[in-house]
């Protein structure tokens, strides 16, 4: 017999909500489709960004699995008037961003404009409910390029840095000048798609996700982990580019930037999501055997 919990239910939303909410939708339509067409069609197109699309996705499916929950939540609840106050300061981050071509506040007005939706039409429950979607959503914003830039090199550098100490100590013929590495008679340069920021932010949404998802009880594993999901993220860009150094070494310089490069960036994803459950263990495991001592000393 299985139990279904109202959060995990897609329920058929009656005739009231579907009125209440299709205008919003339609505004937000008007709002926001030119902007995503420009995001799909110019920033997004790119190699280092396209996380965007993949965290608007999984931001609008956050949003749907916990509608139910909101809904019920927000039963009763008063609207709250300073929501109105999100919903100017949105619009007018809008206009702003929209008119002078300001991706940050163009796109992460959308957060401030649903927050206050929320809180102007189901009240505080609903945002309570719904703040980890929102959240998400701070991850698909266009960052300044001046921003990045400045934190992209230095993670560049210490990336092919490790990688070039690592495959060095276990034989490799490499050398390493600046962010170009050189194994054998190829030259890699090390890409911001490869150890840039914006691959951070990306394993860094997925740690968060996967924090979210799994629901942990313990305050102290989720922070834990939180923590521990920067030097992971590190990590994986590491494996990655010694991944991409591997394969053109052993199979050449067409296999490393062809069909192998976008598996190496598979690689990544995947290393980062194995050591993320493999901390997520360990932690469960010192917590385990720290109850168990805890309990026996009591005992004793």
Known sequence: MSITTLSDKPATPPMGQLLTWAPIVLG?????????YEL????????????????LAISLWLLQRKWGAMEQASEGAEPVAWGWLLVVVAMLLYAVGRSQAIGV????????????LMLVLRG???????????FFMLFMIPLPAQVVDTVTMPMKMAVSYVAEHVLYAVGYPIGRNGVVLQIGQYMLLVADACAGLHTLLTLEALGLLYLNLVQRDSAFRNITLALLIVPISFTANVI???ALSLITYHFGNEAGQGFLHGFA????????LLLIIAFDGAIQGLSALRARRLAFSLKG
Do not use: N
Not at 40 to 54: K, L, R, S, V
Not at 107 to 113: D, E, K, M, Q
């Open 28 to 36: 937000l339509c008007v709002l926001y489709v030119p902007t995503l």
């Open 40 to 55: 799909f069609t110019g920033i997004w197109a790119q190699d280092d960004q396209f996380h965007g699309p993949i965290v």
């Open 105 to 116: 506040f163009e796109v992460g007005s959308v957060i401030w404009l649903l927050a206050g």
């Open 124 to 134: 505080k429950p609903a945002l309570k409910v719904q703040w980890f979607a929102l």
């Open 240 to 242: 990655r580019v010694m």
């Open 265 to 272: 960036g598979m690689v990544l994803f995947l290393s980062a």
